[in-house]
């Protein structure tokens, strides 16, 4: 009796009943009664998946099938529950033709042990394949359509529920929406004011989180709230009851444009230290602060963001703040010795990545091979003198292109890595180093901004401030390092 197992599996939950998990059972457990096949085990799987590799039932079954000496065929009621993609589908053809095993699928009326059956496997997996783009395509269509006539498309909106695709509107947070729009428009109160507000109010938004200028500005923006919905980047007239009026709507795109013609910073650079001092107060980041010219600040992120209900400013000098760090960790450099570490550890790595680029070259190569040697026996098939092993000029001319496509694919990926690999070993890397360790100072000033921040938060875990009243109070409290010099001590003796 020949042992079988089966693989079902069905996208969502609103398959019709004819591809149901329980009918494909049936099906194939009939099928296996009729033909006195041994029924071993049945792999299910829900869920839409792109690649074969994101289903652990597939990737079971195919373990199993493929391990298993006395299990010859795998089953499945229609080849488009396991497979959506023609490569996939190809690759496994390969595989049970090498462990000479096969593949039965009913619905189909595929059955691989028939030597005649390679054209309609593949034409069932090219009709798989376009079925699936097909139903992306009604899909996204069938969204496209419902926006076009005014239906929500799905998302969180403050001030609404979503039921049965349309727009209800909730009184409580359509009141909220109503304060945000006045306070900016008649008021003139700007995000961070209008953040804070509502915070001291201890009203949340529809995550249950604190009010931040971004969420405000979103609000003010939407169209949503003066009956549209949006598809895309386009318009449409919604179903939905609107919040706000037209003509507030408009006063607020009206002010919100004259507010964004914004001079040029004032304080250009950037603020190397952002994210690295901690707040005395909160314990949360300190970010660049609303500055003048003259005067710099790193200020509480939540602060900056949601308003003195969150916490205070807690404001710390820019230039202080700055020249202190420097100082200190050129003095914590001075202790480490780093020239040697850095020029083993450059080097390490260096010699790992040429390993790991040499072995990623060495695996394209076989692959190019592999790819080479399938364009010759696509050429001999069809060409095959005999008629039943000849291929035809539509599955020739596919192959041949996938073919294609991959040899250049990785034609191109092997040309970048034999040019990756040829500078990386004419590196010298001595006397660069040696010039970052021993003047880091001149190093620091020629880098850019950008790479100051980068340098700092290589180096530094985390800033701590004193708490102090005034901003003069404050001061750095501790620099808490990436590494300290016992470590290297270590790193260089391993």
């Not at 692959?367 to 003198?385: R, S």
Request: proline content about 2%.
């Amino acid at each position: 009796m020949k042992k079988v197992i089966a693989y079902v599996r069905i996208s969502t939950g609103k398959q019709k009943f004819n591809t149901s998990i329980e009918n494909q059972i049936q099906v194939i457990k009939e099928y296996c009664a009729a033909r006195g096949y041994q029924l071993v085990i049945i792999y299910s799987e829900e869920g839409s998946a792109k690649n074969v590799k994101d289903r652990p039932e597939f990737i079971k079954m195919y373990n199993h099938f493929l391990a298993d000496p006395e299990i010859e065929y795998v089953i499945v009621y229609k080849l488009d529950r396991a497979f959506r993609k023609l490569l996939d589908s190809l690759y496994f053809w390969d595989k049970i033709k090498e462990n000479n095993k096969y593949f039965i699928s009913i619905l189909d009326n595929i059955n691989t042990i028939d030597p005649h059956s390679k054209d309609t496997y593949i034409f069932s997996a090219l009709h798989a394949e376009r079925e699936r783009e097909n139903t992306l395509l009604r899909t996204t269509g069938g969204m496209e359509v419902k926006a076009a006539q005014g239906f929500f498309n799905g998302g969180i909106v403050f001030g609404y529920e979503s039921v049965r695709g349309s727009l209800r509107i909730i009184p409580q947070e359509a009141a909220i929406v109503n304060f945000i729009y006045k306070k900016y428009v008649y008021d003139n109160w700007g995000y961070k004011k209008i953040a804070s507000e509502l915070n001291i109010q201890c009203i949340k938004t529809k995550k249950g989180k604190d009010w931040t200028t971004t969420a405000i500005k979103t609000i003010l923006e939407s169209k949503i709230y003066i009956g549209y919905v949006k598809w895309r980047s386009t318009y449409t007239k919604g179903k939905h009851k609107a919040i706000i009026s037209q003509d507030l709507w408009d006063k607020a795109q009206a002010i919100k444009s004259t507010k964004s013609i914004q001079p040029r910073k004032i304080h250009p650079g950037t603020y190397p230290l952002s994210g690295l001092l901690k707040c005395p107060q909160c314990g949360s980041v300190m970010v660049q602060g609303n500055s003048s010219q003259k005067y710099k600040y790193y200020q509480c992120n939540k602060n900056k963001s949601s308003g003195r209900s969150a916490c205070s400013s807690n404001l710390i000098k820019k230039d202080y703040a700055e020249e202190y760090v420097l100082e200190a960790v050129l003095s914590h450099i001075n202790t480490l010795n780093l020239s040697p570490l850095l020029q083993q550890i450059t080097i390490s790595n260096i010699n790992s990545n040429l390993v790991s680029l040499k072995e990623e070259a060495k695996i394209l190569k076989k692959a190019l091979e592999k790819v080479e040697k399938k364009l010759i026996d696509l050429y001999k098939l069809f060409n095959a003198e005999d008629e039943d092993e000849r291929i035809s000029t539509e599955t020739f001319t596919l192959l041949v292109k996938e073919a294609e496509k991959e040899k250049k694919r990785d034609q191109q990926r092997l040309n970048e890595l034999n040019e990756r690999i040829t500078l990386q070993k004419d590196l010298n890397l001595s006397q660069n180093i040696n010039f970052v360790v021993d003047d880091f100072k001149s190093f620091y000033q020629l880098i850019s901004d950008e790479d100051k921040k980068l340098l700092f938060h290589n180096l530094i875990k985390e800033i701590h401030i004193t708490m102090g009243s005034t901003t003069k109070e404050r001061k750095i409290k501790e620099i808490i390092y990436q590494f300290e010099p016992e470590n290297m001590n270590t790193l260089l003796s391993a």
